[in-house]
């Protein structure tokens, strides 16, 4: 009996020595050995250590090469592309709790267990949806024969659709999953094959085969426009003709016709910033903004953006207006029905038009009308006159009209069998005023005056004096009175004639069109 005594003291003993030990260890190092997060091993480091190792370990991982198998196709990309990124950031505070802590015996009991069975915690890292989608869509797009959708054209005024037809698509989400299997394994190059599905057309024939009645159409006029602005509003015209819009989707006027370049077809014209006209590409881009947003009302349309003009403009009644100005003043306009629409921009002979085509469901008896109402008119005041040293001494010219600033709101007036059920106000709106601006010649030097000649008396009476004051610049010189605007004839749900005068680069009566430039001018 006191043998085993001894022995287990002398067994007692030297486990504590060996704890005893541990405690210098310890102080050195956070992590005994036989503690894992993945593959990265953390015995013998401290904390700092770990910390600053394992972020590289995470680097390495996103750094690896990743070779996905499209149909056939090698596509390379790396984890880091592909969003591949460590779900569990407090791996390294997980581990602590196995790290040695508590008595010495206990200390000594874990370490052993440690050499045993080592922790491995798993790396919870995963590649991102979102990234993996945007790969599919920029290197993996025309590797399979994808699904196409049926077309619609419309063609000496008859439309003509295209069928669908089937193909392949990539099934991203059970890509994500083969990737994900494959990263995991942590070998230095990554292979997985994409997941290739039947693809099925998102438009089909028969969905578009219910286009054929006209829901809403507008006209506006820009006669008076010169080549630039016209080019600006067939080139911008074209980039929205033709466009389909299925139930629910929204189409925007900026995302379709910009950015305003010489690039992408734009010419230099007027447009309106910061209360004046100034020249700028893409002038005239307004006037497509605004007559889509007519033919839309007529269409009854769900407008989910429209902002109007900072100063008035002469193709529409006032509060008939839409305007474009960087992506904070935008026409966008959504699809309300339950079938899809088309919509038609043609220019011809200095008239701009839209035509919305769909499937009509509103009652015959029924119809709408839009009203603009003027609620006060606020005069711009005198003109603001500039001095211009290149002009001569008097000479005066007018640069931009006068805007009468405008208060308005528009009606909507629904009647069936001609008795009204509805009148609403849509919005109302607030035009500034702008002062007409004239450059002035400097003004004209003072006359030096005429030294007396001593003559002889007796001459005085025979002779007439040879000075005279010169007719001067400005007694001839008379000021070109102001241009008249044009009368712009808008054909189109609740407009008429316009009659506010406005002056611009395109001509007289012509409106500016924000554009997109530093300045983000209307």
């Known amino acids: 009996m006191k043998i085993w005594n001894l022995l287990g003291g002398l067994t007692l003993v030297a486990a504590l020595g060996s704890a005893v030990a541990f405690p210098a260890y310890a102080k050195e190092a956070a992590y005994p050995d036989g503690i894992y997060v993945g593959d990265f091993s953390l015995g013998g480091l401290t904390k700092e250590q770990a910390e600053k190792g394992f972020s590289q370990y995470l680097s390495e991982l996103e750094a690896r090469t990743v070779t996905l198998r499209v149909d056939g196709t090698e596509v390379k990309t790396t984890a880091k592309e592909l969003g591949y990124a460590c779900g569990n950031e407090d791996a390294l505070e997980e581990a602590e709790d196995y790290a040695a802590g508590g008595c010495l015996i206990r200390q000594y009991m874990e370490r052993k267990d440690l050499e045993k069975e080592p922790v491995h915690i798993p790396l919870d890292a995963q590649v991102d949806e979102a990234s993996v989608q945007m790969l599919i869509d920029a290197k993996c797009a025309g ?102 819009l299925m139930p629910g989707e929204t189409l925007s006027g900026y995302e379709c016709m910009h950015p305003f370049t010489i690039e ?21 881009v307004c006037q497509i903004a605004t007559t889509l947003y007519d033919a839309s009302l007529e269409a009854e349309l769900e407008i989910t953006q429209r902002q109007n003009h900072s100063m008035i403009v002469t193709y529409v009644k006032p509060s008939m207006d839409a305007a474009i100005a960087g992506t904070y003043k935008d026409i966008k306009i959504t699809n309300n029905y339950s079938t899809p629409i088309y919509i038609e921009g043609t220019t011809a002979g200095k008239t701009l038009t839209f035509t919305i085509y769909g499937k009509e469901t509103r009652p015959t008896n029924r119809k709408v009308e839009y009203i603009s109402e003027t609620i006060s008119k606020t005069d711009p005041g005198e003109p603001q006159r500039k001095v211009d040293n290149s002009l001569r001494p008097g000479q005066t010219k007018q640069v931009q009209s006068a805007h009468i600033g405008y208060k308005s709101r528009l009606w909507k007036v629904v009647t069936v069998d001609g008795v009204e059920k509805e009148r609403t106000i849509l919005h109302t709106d607030t035009y500034n005023p702008s002062k007409a601006i004239v450059l002035v010649g400097p003004a004209a030097p003072a006359e030096t005056p005429a030294q007396p000649v001593e003559t002889p008396a007796e001459n005085t009476s025979a002779e007439t004096s040879a000075e005279h004051t010169p007719e001067t610049a400005a007694s001839a010189e008379t000021a070109a009175p102001a241009t008249q605007p044009e009368q712009s004839q808008v054909v189109g749900p609740g407009t008429a004639n316009a009659s ?18 530093a300045s983000q001018p209307e």
């Open 264 to 284: 992408n077809g734009y010419f230099t014209a007027a447009a309106y910033e910061n209360g004046q006209v100034v020249d700028s590409v893409g002038g005239g």
């Open 143 to 244: 590797l399979v024969d994808e699904p196409k959708d049926a077309v619609i054209t419309r063609k000496n005024g008859k439309f003509e659709i295209t069928e669908e037809q089937t193909g392949k698509t990539v099934d991203t989400k059970a890509t994500i999953e083969k990737l994900n299997e494959a990263l995991a394994e942590d070998l230095a190059e990554v292979t997985a094959d994409a997941v290739i599905i039947v693809g099925e057309p998102k438009i089909k024939k028969e969905d578009l085969a219910s286009i054929s009645d006209v829901l809403g159409t507008c006209t506006t006029a820009y006669a008076s426009s010169g080549a630039s602005r016209s080019g600006n509003i067939a080139n911008g015209v074209s980039k929205i003709n033709g466009h389909v």
């Open 500 to 517: 506010a005068g406005e002056a611009s680069a395109g001509g007289p009566g012509e409106a500016a069109a924000p554009v997109e430039n």
